[in-house]
């Protein structure tokens, strides 16, 4: 049941993370990208792939700090259902070409962005 108590509260702060930056972003862009969004998806990319890094090859900490790190704040922090919601939305509207490069890009920066950070939480 513990285990529980720390995704929960990892989830609430990741949560209130990807909410305070997505609408600071939004707040200065206008666009219809949904650069708020992206913009997250591709930090949480890059901590996923430091953080898992880290707590898989370099440190071994106790099993909750996944729970808490990874589940719990990354999972709240990161926001795949609402690109896929916003990706729909694209194409409703008849910008399939800003869906198409939203859904590419996404999926290239991430990779990238998660590729960097598991190179950076190796480097000794």
């Known amino acids: 049941m513990e285990s529980y108590f720390y995704v929960l509260a990892g989830a609430g702060l990741g949560g209130v993370a990807r909410y305070a930056l997505g609408s600071w972003i939004m707040a200065r862009y206008a666009g219809p990208f949904p650069l708020g969004t992206f913009v997250i998806n591709i930090s949480g990319s890059f ?4 953080v898992m890094t ?3 090859e370099r440190f071994q900490p106790h099993p909750y700090w996944r ?3 990874v589940v719990g704040v ?8 609402a690109f ?3 990706t729909l939305q694209s ?3 008849g910008e ?6 939203y859904v590419t890009a996404s999926a ?9 950070g598991a190179q950076l939480g190796a480097r000794q």
């Open 47 to 50: 901590l996923i792939g430091l």
């Open 54 to 56: 880290l707590l898989t």
């Open 67 to 69: 729970l808490f790190l």
């Open 74 to 81: 990354l999972g709240g922090y990161t926001t795949f259902s």
């Open 96 to 101: 399939h070409w800003l869906g198409l490069l």
């Open 91 to 93: 194409m409703r509207g």
């Open 84 to 86: 896929e919601y916003e």
């Open 108 to 116: 290239a920066a991430g990779y990238m962005a998660v590729w960097l």
